[in-house]
């Protein structure tokens, strides 16, 4: 169903599973969604609503058994980020920010790094952030600056990182830096865990942002900081590939965000559409509503399809998963943007007012759409998959209307 999917053909949970996200919608029903409006009230991080969600073992579900979490598959983390989104992005937000800040430790780091620190950030006691966007590199991930040199059994880094979530609150940084004499380009890449009590660490003040308050940021300078070899995640020039493997679970986590809270819009809009009275019937009787309505929920059903399916080609381990995380990523938060604003029109001037959720709704949505690679990003991304995909495709039996354009068949 568009509004809620309390059973869904594309989404078959094991019992344990289906008692975890029982146990997430009460958390929402009683306790996050009564708080989500002072949440978002002012930007300071939302320390009792990670620490609620650590301590019911839903932080815990990103990590691998044998490193202290639950290991859940991607198709149960889509549903419990979906189902926080409903009432609260901040909410959502802390689960898949802390898969985003631990997955290049989880994935690239030694027996030993992981080991000492992994099971800290599974509980909750620690925290990390991903250090990866800087002032004059965004989506284009081979253009960072930061630099990174060998110094026998070390390194040192230099550089700047710009937007990262968790600066002020993280006890250590996943940077992405530039070998000093390594290739140019994404090769030249390499990953380390810089603790940040390390001399030449600081961060700024909380930079101000539009919405999605809860999950402040802020700038991350690195000034000659001394990191043991050790640190390192993956091998040098790996920075890459362990940022594309993180940001393929970050877009889904994304499009799930986005997901829930459309879904959570659209149960606002027809609610206040049923009691409100316009020209002296309820607002949801006029055949103009009862569209735009039925116009959200059959995109929001698409767009939930298209999200579950994605979490699937994750867990099978589907080679095509990274480009559907993209389709999944783009058109959710997309879609997302316009049934919140939809939403809001549907409750006239009582929308715009900060008593009623949708105002919240809005600002947090457009984050969706420019976190972890913009709309535009993933347009490009997705375009030149399809044509590299027509490109090796055996012509279409149709295509012989101009045969001197395209040659003999």
Same mark, same amino acid.
């Given at each position: 169903?568009?509004?809620?999917?309390?059973?869904?053909?594309?989404?078959?949970?094991?019992?344990?599973?289906?008692?975890?996200?029982?146990?997430?919608?009460?958390?929402?029903?009683?306790?996050?969604?009564?708080?989500?409006?002072?949440?978002?009230?002012?930007?300071?991080?939302?320390?009792?609503?990670?620490?609620?969600?650590?301590?019911?073992?839903?932080?815990?579900?990103?990590?691998?058994?044998?490193?202290?979490?639950?290991?859940?598959?991607?198709?149960?983390?889509?549903?419990?980020?979906?189902?926080?989104?409903?009432?609260?992005?901040?909410?959502?937000?802390?689960?898949?920010?802390?898969?985003?800040?631990?997955?290049?430790?989880?994935?690239?780091?030694?027996?030993?790094?992981?080991?000492?620190?992994?099971?800290?950030?599974?509980?909750?006691?620690?925290?990390?952030?991903?250090? /990866?966007? #800087?002032? $004059?590199? @965004?989506?284009? +991930? *081979?253009?960072?600056?930061?630099?990174?040199? =060998?110094? &026998?059994?070390?390194?040192?880094?230099?550089?700047?990182?710009?937007?990262?979530?968790?600066?002020?609150?993280?006890?250590?940084?996943?940077?992405?830096?530039?070998?000093?004499?390594?290739?140019?380009?994404?090769?030249?890449?390499?990953?380390?865990?810089?603790?940040?009590?390390?001399?030449?660490?600081?961060?700024?003040?909380?930079?101000?942002?539009?919405?999605?308050?809860?999950?402040?940021?802020?700038?991350?300078?690195?000034?000659?900081?001394?990191?043991?070899?050790?640190?390192? /995640?993956? #091998?040098? $020039?790996? @920075?890459?590939? +362990? *940022?594309?493997?993180?940001?393929?679970?970050? =877009?889904? &986590?994304?499009?799930?965000?986005?997901?829930?809270?459309?879904?959570?819009?659209?149960?606002?809009?027809?609610?206040?559409?049923?009691?409100?009275?316009?020209?002296?019937?309820?607002?949801?009787?006029?055949?103009?509503?009862?569209?735009?309505?039925?116009?959200?929920?059959?995109?929001?059903?698409?767009?939930?399809?298209?999200?579950?399916?994605?979490?699937?080609?994750?867990?099978?381990?589907?080679?095509?998963?990274?480009?559907?995380?993209?389709?999944?990523?783009?058109?959710?938060?997309?879609?997302?943007?316009?049934?919140?604003?939809?939403?809001?029109?549907?409750?006239?001037?009582?929308?715009?007012?900060?008593?009623?959720?949708?105002?919240?709704?809005?600002?947090?949505?457009?984050?969706?759409?420019?976190?972890?690679?913009?709309?535009?990003?993933?347009?490009?991304?997705?375009?030149?998959?399809?044509?590299?995909?027509?490109?090796?495709?055996?012509?279409?039996?149709?295509?012989?209307?101009?045969?001197?354009?395209?040659?003999?068949?």
């Amino acid at each position: 169903m568009p509004i809620h999917a309390e059973h869904h053909p594309l989404v078959s949970l094991q019992a344990p599973e289906a008692d975890m996200l029982a146990r997430v919608q009460a958390l929402v029903r009683e306790q996050i969604g009564p708080q989500a409006e002072q949440v978002g009230r002012e930007d300071v991080f939302a320390w009792d609503t990670f620490r609620l969600l650590a301590d019911e073992g839903v932080i815990a579900t990103a990590f691998p058994r044998s490193l202290g979490g639950t290991e859940a598959s991607m198709l149960l983390r889509v549903r419990i980020i979906e189902e926080l989104a409903r009432a609260c992005s901040t909410a959502a937000s802390l689960v898949t920010g802390t898969d985003l800040s631990s997955r290049p430790i989880v994935a690239g780091g030694s027996d030993a790094l992981r080991s000492e620190v992994v099971p800290k950030l599974a509980t909750g006691a620690q925290q990390s952030a991903f250090a /990866l966007t #800087e002032p $004059g590199a @965004g989506s284009d +991930l *081979a253009g960072l600056q930061a630099t990174a040199r =060998r110094d &026998g059994g070390h390194y040192v880094l230099n550089g700047a990182k710009k937007f990262i979530t968790r600066a002020g609150v993280a006890d250590m940084y996943v940077v992405v830096a530039r070998l000093a004499d390594g290739p140019a380009g994404s090769k030249g890449l390499s990953a380390f865990l810089v603790p940040r009590a390390s001399a030449g660490v600081s961060v700024s003040p909380t930079i101000p942002k539009m919405g999605w308050n809860g999950v402040p940021i802020a700038q991350v300078c690195l000034d000659e900081v001394v990191v043991p070899v050790g640190n390192r /995640l993956g #091998e040098e $020039g790996q @920075g890459m590939a +362990l *940022a594309q493997d993180t940001l393929v679970r970050a =877009r889904i &986590g994304h499009a799930a965000i986005a997901l829930g809270r459309m879904s959570g819009a659209l149960q606002i809009a027809a609610q206040y559409a049923d009691v409100r009275r316009v020209f002296g019937r309820a607002e949801g009787e006029h055949q103009g509503v009862q569209w735009m309505l039925a116009d959200m929920g059959a995109r929001i059903e698409a767009a939930r399809c298209l999200v579950y399916a994605c979490a699937q080609r994750y867990d099978r381990q589907d080679p095509d998963t990274s480009i559907h995380a993209s389709i999944a990523k783009m058109h959710s938060t997309d879609l997302c943007m316009k049934v919140v604003v939809d939403c809001l029109q549907l409750l006239g001037g009582n929308g715009y007012l900060k008593a009623y959720p949708l105002e919240r709704f809005m600002r947090d949505a457009k984050m969706n759409q420019i976190g972890e690679g913009t709309s535009e990003v993933h347009k490009n991304l997705i375009g030149r998959y399809l044509m590299k995909t027509a490109a090796a495709m055996p012509r279409h039996p149709c295509l012989d209307l101009e045969p001197d354009l395209f040659g003999a068949a």
